[in-house]
């Protein structure tokens, strides 16, 4: 059975870091592409970042390009995420994904975690 299991969210001052991490098992990892998606109260949930199998390719929304840094460990199967000069716009509950390629070369996630609260304040 696949499971995500995330961690390390909390409460920081704004400009400040934090570090999710995503400890996966049940299948082979380093095949699939995993995300990173975060969901605000009353907002629906939104793309974050995303890195391919191999851990080469990455990719992220325009609100956290340059701030937020995606990657994985493939002999441990876990994806982080590193969060810098976070803002108070960045308070969500953070989701991992993971799931295969279609045919369209876009990844369709098919396992989710549980999620975990980064709450920033002003």
């Known amino acids: 059975q696949v499971q995500l299991v995330e961690s390390g969210g909390g409460l920081v001052q704004a400009g400040g870091s934090l570090r999710l991490s995503c400890a996966a098992s049940?299948?082979?990892?380093?095949?699939?592409?995993m995300g990173w998606f975060r969901q605000a109260p009353g907002e629906a949930r939104k793309f974050v970042a995303a890195v391919s199998g191999s851990g080469a390719s990455t990719y992220y929304a325009a609100s956290v390009k340059g701030r937020f840094t995606i990657s994985r460990d493939n002999a441990k199967d876990t994806l982080y995420l590193q969060m810098n000069s976070l803002k108070p716009e960045d308070t969500a509950v953070y989701y991992c994904?993971?799931?295969?390629?279609?045919?369209?070369?876009?990844?369709?996630?098919?396992?989710w975690g549980q999620g975990t609260q980064v709450t920033v304040s002003s």
């Open positions: 049940g299948r082979t990892f380093s095949t699939y592409v």
């Open positions: 994904a993971t799931g295969p390629l279609n045919r369209y070369n876009l990844p369709e996630y098919d396992y």
